[in-house]
């Protein structure tokens, strides 16, 4: 939340903002620190005050008793928007956590933590810490709702949802000795008074049912005062008369408040009434045209209905051929496929066939050159046959050859032969 929206936000009962809360509630919280008041005043040495929890600095302003105090919250916008609106010489704002303050021991001479532990994951730590930062004799103001009334008033609307523990007071009382062993609680209330005041200055004088006020079990907050020594406060009743406190004049002023809303309220009802009328005229014009749009709508659904009834039929013939062509176009694969070997299996024969022709004209041509080397050397063979029939018939021709035959001598080498 930023620092210039803390004061417009809205008010949830946890963090007050007095412009924004009523005058009895803020009173409950103020009075917490005017009573903080009697623990610091009578010091002889300056005391140093630490305000845990400050959230928007309302109370830190009441410690008007103390010159040196140190107001601390986990939260950065609240200790801005208190650092700006009630900042002033001696009192320091800042960011700290309750459950590991930021301090040296024995810092401080008084502690508050009013309405705080009962936010807390680790509430024992506020009490050890608290113990921790107080110098010999300080004393730790801290105060919490009582479980058992608020439990009871809350009725059906359950437990509040920023509190993480919430005390009645044995378990409130069990845990402060546990640290301190000095404890003295009050409990706090609402009490309505009668007030005598004369018009001059007088000391002021209360007499108080005492026995009504010791009711832990009915109390709406207990505060405790924890301190290591014992105390030199007495455990006298406190009470304080706010100015906003005059019950009659305040719900007279309400009383004139409420008359105010309330003819608001008849002006508004008015204007109410009147624009009713106008929206029952509406309403019925508007329910007419519903009908006629509903009338529309049953025929246009039926409409709807007769053309998903004709899309899912032609998605069904859609469906049987897709199917039809993914079968044919799985026999066509299946034909591609046997096409492909029988085209590999003729290119395969194709390839041995060419190479039997090769094989076949390589013999062709070798018998050829065969043939013709034959023919050579049977023409070499008859050209040699006739010269050498030719040589035997110029022998032959001869004298002596002649002459020989005659005489039964030599070969015969007639022409014939």
Same mark, same amino acid.
């Given at each position: 939340?930023?620092?210039?929206?803390?004061?417009?936000?809205?008010?949830?009962?946890?963090?007050?903002?007095?412009?924004?809360?009523?005058?009895?509630?803020?009173?409950?919280?103020? !009075?917490?620190?005017?009573?903080?008041?009697?623990?610091?005043?009578?010091?002889?040495?300056?005391?140093?005050?630490?305000?845990?929890?400050?959230?928007?600095?309302?109370?830190? !302003?009441?410690?008007?008793?103390?010159?040196?105090?140190?107001?601390?919250?986990?939260?950065?916008?609240?200790?801005?928007?208190?650092?700006?609106?009630?900042?002033?010489?001696?009192?320091?704002?800042?960011?700290?956590?309750?459950?590991?303050?930021?301090?040296?021991?024995?810092?401080?001479?008084?502690?508050?933590?009013?309405?705080?532990? &009962?936010?807390?994951?680790?509430?024992?730590?506020?009490?050890?810490?608290?113990?921790?930062?107080?110098?010999?004799?300080?004393?730790?103001?801290?105060?919490?709702?009582?479980? %058992?009334?608020?439990?009871?008033?809350?009725?059906?609307?359950?437990?509040?949802?920023?509190?993480?523990?919430?005390?009645?007071?044995?378990?409130?009382? &069990?845990?402060?000795?546990?640290?301190?062993?000095?404890?003295?609680?009050?409990?706090?209330?609402?009490?309505?008074?009668?007030?005598?005041?004369?018009?001059?200055?007088?000391?002021?004088?209360?007499?108080? %049912?005492?026995?009504?006020?010791?009711?832990?079990?009915?109390?709406?907050?207990?505060?405790?005062?924890?301190?290591?020594?014992?105390?030199?406060?007495?455990?006298?009743?406190?009470?304080?008369?706010?100015?906003?406190?005059?019950?009659?004049?305040?719900?007279?002023?309400?009383? !004139?408040?409420?008359?105010?809303?309330?003819?608001?309220?008849?002006?508004?009802?008015?204007?109410?009434?009147?624009?009713?009328?106008?929206?029952?005229?509406?309403?019925?014009?508007?329910?007419?045209?519903?009908?006629?749009?509903?009338?529309?709508?049953?025929?246009?659904?039926?409409?709807?209905?007769?053309?998903?009834?004709?899309?899912?039929?032609?998605?069904?013939?859609?469906?049987?051929?897709?199917?039809?062509?993914?079968?044919?176009?799985?026999?066509?694969?299946?034909?591609?496929?046997?096409?492909?070997?029988? /085209?590999?299996?003729?290119?395969?024969?194709? /390839?041995?066939?060419?190479?039997?022709?090769?094989?076949?004209?390589?013999?062709?041509?070798?018998?050829?050159?065969?043939? /013709?080397?034959?023919?050579?050397?049977?023409?070499?063979?008859? !050209?040699?046959?006739?010269?050498?029939?030719?040589?035997?018939?110029?022998?032959?021709?001869?004298?002596?050859?002649?002459?020989?035959?005659?005489?039964?001598?030599?070969?015969?080498?007639?022409? %014939?032969?």
């Amino acid at each position: 939340m930023a620092v210039t929206e803390l004061a417009g936000a809205e008010f949830t009962g946890e963090r007050v903002i007095p412009e924004q809360v009523d005058a009895d509630l803020l009173n409950e919280h103020v !009075a917490r620190y005017r009573f903080a008041n009697g623990f610091i005043a009578g010091r002889t040495a300056r005391p140093r005050v630490l305000d845990a929890g400050c959230g928007s600095g309302y109370g830190t !302003a009441e410690l008007t008793n103390a010159e040196a105090i140190t107001a601390a919250d986990i939260s950065a916008d609240a200790v801005e928007y208190a650092r700006r609106k009630y900042g002033r010489e001696g009192v320091r704002f800042l960011r700290a956590s309750c459950e590991a303050m930021p301090f040296a021991g024995e810092s401080f001479d008084l502690v508050v933590a009013f309405e705080v532990i &009962e936010h807390l994951e680790q509430w024992q730590d506020l009490i050890s810490e608290a113990n921790r930062v107080l110098a010999a004799g300080g004393t730790l103001l801290v105060s919490t709702p009582n479980r %058992d009334y608020y439990a009871e008033s809350r009725g059906d609307a359950g437990p509040n949802p920023f509190h993480v523990h919430e005390f009645e007071y044995e378990e409130f009382r &069990e845990a402060l000795t546990a640290v301190f062993p000095h404890v003295r609680i009050w409990t706090q209330n609402h009490a309505g008074a009668i007030v005598f005041a004369p018009q001059e200055g007088a000391t002021a004088r209360a007499s108080l %049912d005492a026995q009504a006020n010791h009711d832990t079990k009915g109390a709406n907050f207990f505060v405790a005062a924890c301190s290591r020594t014992p105390f030199a406060v007495a455990a006298d009743i406190y009470a304080w008369l706010p100015s906003s406190a005059n019950v009659l004049r305040e719900r007279e002023r309400h009383i !004139a408040k409420l008359s105010g809303e309330l003819l608001k309220k008849d002006a508004w009802l008015r204007e109410s009434v009147e624009a009713h009328g106008t929206l029952q005229e509406n309403h019925e014009a508007l329910t007419a045209e519903l009908r006629k749009q509903n009338k529309w709508a049953a025929e246009l659904n039926q409409k709807v209905a007769h053309r998903e009834a004709r899309i899912a039929e032609l998605q069904r013939e859609l469906d049987t051929r897709l199917a039809w062509i993914g079968n044919l176009e799985a026999r066509l694969d299946s034909a591609g496929a046997e096409l492909d070997r029988r /085209q590999a299996e003729a290119d395969e024969e194709r /390839q041995r066939a060419a190479g039997e022709v090769d094989r076949l004209n390589g013999i062709v041509t070798e018998r050829t050159q065969w043939a /013709q080397r034959l023919d050579t050397e049977i023409a070499e063979r008859n !050209a040699v046959i006739a010269e050498t029939r030719a040589e035997l018939r110029r022998v032959a021709a001869t004298r002596w050859v002649r002459t020989g035959a005659k005489l039964g001598l030599g070969p015969d080498v007639r022409s %014939d032969q």
